[in-house]
């Protein structure tokens, strides 16, 4: 949680093993995550959580947070706009929320 304070965009969850070169590692807080209810509602955040975690957080020693927040959001800019994903018909998630938006503005137009 504390690092969604410095990265503008990314999302109000804990990321744990963020490492900086010049700051020891801080301890877990403790606290647990709230529940869903829903077996499979979690997955679509857990899935990006994992990859923002395998590429590019854990292999990166951050020097600063200043460094840590570009880095970041580089990443999140990347996998939104840059990367297509299987879930949403091999689209990028922007184009898949553009296409999703433009069906939702015609049909409220038709009612």
Request: hydrophobic share 35%.
């Amino acid at each position: 949680m504390w690092l969604s304070r410095f990265v503008k965009g990314l999302p109000s969850f804990p990321l744990l093993a963020v490492r900086f070169a010049s700051e020891p590692p801080r301890p877990f807080s403790g606290r647990s995550r709230l529940p869903y209810h829903h077996p499979e509602g979690n997955s679509y955040i857990e899935r990006f959580h994992r990859s923002l975690k395998e590429e590019e957080v854990w292999p990166t020693e951050y020097r600063n947070v200043q460094e840590a927040r570009a880095s970041i959001a580089r990443w999140i800019e990347e996998y939104n706009h840059d990367r297509p994903h299987y879930g949403v018909g091999n689209r990028t998630p922007n184009e898949a929320f553009l296409s999703f938006a433009v069906l939702t503005k015609n049909e409220a137009l038709t009612v």
